[in-house]
């Protein structure tokens, strides 16, 4: 069985400075991952992804993610935090040698950028 | 311009009244899918179709009902027997399994469901 645990439900930083959002992952196989982030009242847009490729994934906005195997985590990163990326992001994973097509989200990280 | 289409954006339903929920993909994707969002918490799989013609209930499939009768339209219905159903639906779509897409989905805009 497949799982995620995004371990902060909000973080807040302030514009200018590193955003991190914690990612940990639990599947039996090699996983595919992905953050998807989304705006209040809007749908679910694709960060980026890890697909057994290198294993340090850059994304749109200036994001990137780092897979570590030893630590089944999936942390979200970025150098330098804007007003615009204020927004619920949420880890997903897709074992699909178990799962076939199916993913299973986190409960989302709640970002808010301070000016 | 490929996408997919939630309709309506907002919809208002009362008690005991059924309603569906129309999502539509121009992405030529095989398979479909209908999550549930509730406030602070992640998405939840309603139902899910790999194919034409063939869905199969996902983690919280009670008091809905779907249908996959072409590639392109996948609606949701509400109906009575789902106990509290406001809440934001999305649908999303993918390739199929086994073209290497690694299961990354694509979302609608959502519609929000609210019973009066």
């Known amino acids: 069985a497949q799982s995620v645990t995004q371990l902060d439900s909000h973080v807040s930083v302030s514009e200018g400075t590193p955003v991190l959002l914690r990612c940990n992952?639990?599947?039996?196989?090699?996983?595919s991952l992905f953050w998807y982030v989304q705006h209040p009242n809007k749908g679910l847009q694709l960060l980026l992804k890890y697909t057994s490729a290198a294993t340090l994934v850059k994304g749109i906005n200036g994001f990137e993610a780092e897979f570590k195997k030893s630590e089944t985590s999936f942390h979200l990163t970025?150098?330098?935090?804007?007003?615009?990326?204020?927004?619920?992001?949420?880890?997903?994973?897709?074992?699909?040698?178990?799962?076939?097509?199916?993913?299973?989200?986190?409960?989302?990280t709640q970002l808010t950028v301070n000016p | 311009d490929?996408?997919?289409?939630?309709?309506?954006?907002?919809?208002?339903?009362?008690e005991g009244q059924n309603v569906t929920l129309s999502c539509e993909q121009n992405l030529n994707h095989d398979a479909m899918y209908w999550y549930r969002q509730d406030p602070g918490q992640?998405?939840?799989?309603?139902?899910?179709?790999?194919?034409?013609?063939?869905?199969?209930?996902?983690?919280?499939?009670?008091g809905y009902s779907v249908s996959r009768e072409k590639k392109e339209s996948f609606p949701l219905t509400v109906t009575s027997a789902q106990k509290n159903p406001t809440a934001f639906y999305l649908c999303?779509?993918?390739?199929?399994?086994?073209?290497g897409s690694y299961n990354e989905?694509?979302?609608?805009?959502g519609t929000r469901l609210t019973v009066l």
Do not use: W
């Open chain 1, 25 to 31: 992952y639990s599947s039996s196989y090699s996983p």
């Open chain 1, 78 to 108: 970025k150098p330098s935090a804007h007003m615009s990326d204020a927004a619920e992001y949420f880890c997903v994973v897709s074992d699909q040698e178990t799962s076939g097509s199916r993913l299973t989200f986190g409960e989302g």
């Open chain 2, 2 to 14: 490929g996408g997919i289409t939630q309709s309506p954006k907002y919809l208002f339903r009362k």
């Open chain 2, 42 to 62: 992640g998405l939840r799989l309603i139902y899910y179709s790999q194919i034409v013609n063939d869905f199969q209930k996902g983690d919280i499939a009670e």
């Open chain 2, 92 to 99: 999303a779509s993918s390739v199929a399994r086994g073209y």
């Open chain 2, 105 to 109: 989905q694509f979302f609608g805009p």
